[in-house]
């Protein structure tokens, strides 16, 4: 998920927000502030009502925010790196950069989300029933009884077991205890996914036509949303199968043709492109520490009057984005991290020079291959 800005660090991991989070703010706050409030707590100003809706939904994106960072928190304590943050139309994703050692840090890490959300949920009670007995039952209880309700359903929603969802993961490391079999676990959590996205579109479009309008749809679509993300979960649980075992000095292509940062795209593309063999272009300063690289795609996307005052440099992805690796890394372990800047390839560095590169078709290659060694031995992934 793409963050359209940034909000910032907490707990040193970046915060984003991608736009379709508006979408689903504004539904949140126009239905509290022009239905629920109104019906349910009569005689009060519009603007007393509006302020009551977009207060509550800021609180509720506060806690959304508050059970991924969470999620980052404990991934972090148990050596998992977490690229950011970002809450969008289905609420908050983080982007864990690998995948938990052990059943039980998967456990912890799921678990911690939905745990957070519970508590407050159950502080927003707590402080709801107290102002509900000091004023008597207004407007200020009703959004923090909202709050509260909002946020236990958040923390039930989340632990149903069925992938993505935390309670997906959650069955994953209890399958993945019991049987030894990771990926195992991950499609069986997977499958569950598919199950409930079925489940959620069929009650969706039933309730639709019993009249519930937006709520019946916005079901479905998130029945949708499951059935898609389970599908690719099961395919990279499959990928990681297949390639478990591998290294990175396995699939690299070693010692790659490098060129100079200073060299133009007039030079580049005149005298060298006819006798390059790949699709990437890795830049070194001597020494061959890498510090670019160069895609053809976006050689070819300099006009050809400018690519005399072109330099390579200028059409590179920057230093800190790209992927470098070390060979005797497993290649699951890298597969996170590939960016989008160099169209997933990574860079292989020994010393800070560079030594390989790996490229997308070498990463499927490598699954091939994984996936015949599995059947040849009728090997199943551990
Ligand atoms: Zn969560």
């Known amino acids: 998920m793409r963050a359209s800005f940034r909000l910032g660090r907490i707990a040193g991991v970046p915060i984003g927000v991608n736009w379709s989070v508006l979408v689903i703010f504004v539904l949140i706050a126009w239905a509290l502030s022009a239905s629920l409030f109104p019906r349910s707590y009569p005689g009060h100003s519009t603007f007393a009502y509006v302020v009551a809706g977009l207060a509550a939904a800021v609180v509720f994106f506060l806690g ?41 840090a998967e456990l912890r890490i799921a678990g911690i989300g939905p745990l957070v959300s519970l508590l407050i949920g159950i502080f927003f009670g707590v402080i709801a029933l107290l102002a509900s007995l000091a004023t008597g ?29 935390d309670g997906g993961r959650l069955l994953r490391a209890v399958v993945w205890r019991a049987t030894g079999d990771r990926t195992k676990a991950s499609v069986v959590a997977a499958r569950a996914g598919w199950g409930l996205g079925i489940v959620l579109i069929a009650v969706g479009i039933w309730q639709f036509f019993r009249g519930a309008g937006v709520g019946g749809l916005w079901l479905a679509l998130i029945g949708w949303f499951l059935i898609g993300a389970a599908g690719a979960e099961e395919r990279q649980a499959r990928m990681g199968s297949a390639l478990r075992g591998v290294r990175v000095a396995d699939v690299m292509t070693p010692q790659p043709q490098t060129a100079s940062k200073d ?118 992934g551990s």
């Not at 009057?305 to 200028?314: H, K, V």
């Open 263 to 380: 060299m133009t795209v007039a030079d580049f593309v005149d005298h060298h492109l006819f006798a390059y063999r790949h699709s990437a272009l890795p830049l070194t300063e001597d020494g061959g520490r890498p510090i670019g690289l160069v895609t053809l795609d976006r050689v070819r996307g300099i006009p050809a009057d400018q690519r005399g005052s072109t330099t390579l440099a200028e059409v590179s992805c920057r230093a800190g984005e790209l992927v470098l690796a070390s060979p005797d890394e497993q290649l699951t372990d890298l597969l996170p991290r590939l960016s989008e800047c160099a169209d997933g390839r990574a860079l292989v560095v020994t010393d800070q020079r560079l030594v390989g590169i790996v490229s997308p078709s070498d990463i499927s290659r490598a699954v091939q291959r994984g996936g015949m060694r599995q059947q040849m031995t009728g090997g199943r």
């Open 137 to 165: 039952r207004g407007l200020l209880v009703g959004a923090l009884s909202w709050l509260a309700g909002i946020n236990v359903l958040l923390a039930i929603f989340n632990v149903l077991p069925a992938a993505p969802l």
């Open 64 to 104: 959304l925010l508050a059970h991924e960072v969470a999620h980052a928190v404990i991934a972090k304590r148990n050596g998992i790196e977490v690229g950011s943050i970002t809450l969008w139309l289905f609420g908050g994703v983080s982007e864990l950069k690998g995948e938990a050692r052990d059943p039980g």
